[in-house]
């Protein structure tokens, strides 16, 4: 059975750093088949793209809210997806999900109707 888990949240101040992981388990096929993506929602709002990997690594994407903040990487060896977000603000507060879709193609997507795979999510609280 596919999982993705996600890791690594927590309370931080702002102004800090997190780093996010997802880790991969039970896919049928390789983890390179996947382009991947990291989303967030806190309660009563909609789900937000916020940032997308490739198969390779080599093309992200990231939304206008966490551009130049965030940085999204994967290791294909290991079957694990990272999010190092620095520069935390309060309004960062919410529940991250990780989420793959098999895709060879060259880009990746911020629209959460394109993943077919989701994490449970962990939650990121930053204090002001």
């Known amino acids: 059975e596919e999982q993705l888990v996600e890791s690594g949240g927590g309370l931080v101040e702002a102004g800090g750093s997190l780093r996010l992981s997802c880790t991969a388990s039970?896919?049928?096929?390789?983890?390179?088949?996947?382009?991947m993506g990291w989303f967030r929602q806190t309660s009563g709002e909609e789900r937000e793209g916020i940032s997308c990997i490739s198969w390779s690594g080599a093309s992200t994407h990231y939304s206008e809210s966490v551009k130049d903040r965030f940085t999204i990487s994967r290791d294909n060896g290991a079957n694990i997806l990272h999010l190092q977000m620095t520069s935390l603000k309060p309004e960062d507060t919410a529940k991250y999900y990780c989420?793959?879709?098999?895709?060879?193609?060259?880009?990746?997507?911020?629209?959460?109707?394109?993943?077919?795979?989701w994490g449970k999510g962990i939650q990121v609280t930053v204090s002001s």
């Open positions: 989420a793959a879709t098999p895709s060879n193609g060259a880009s990746c997507s911020l629209d959460g109707d394109d993943f077919e795979y």
């Open positions: 039970g896919f049928v096929a390789d983890f390179d088949d996947y382009a």
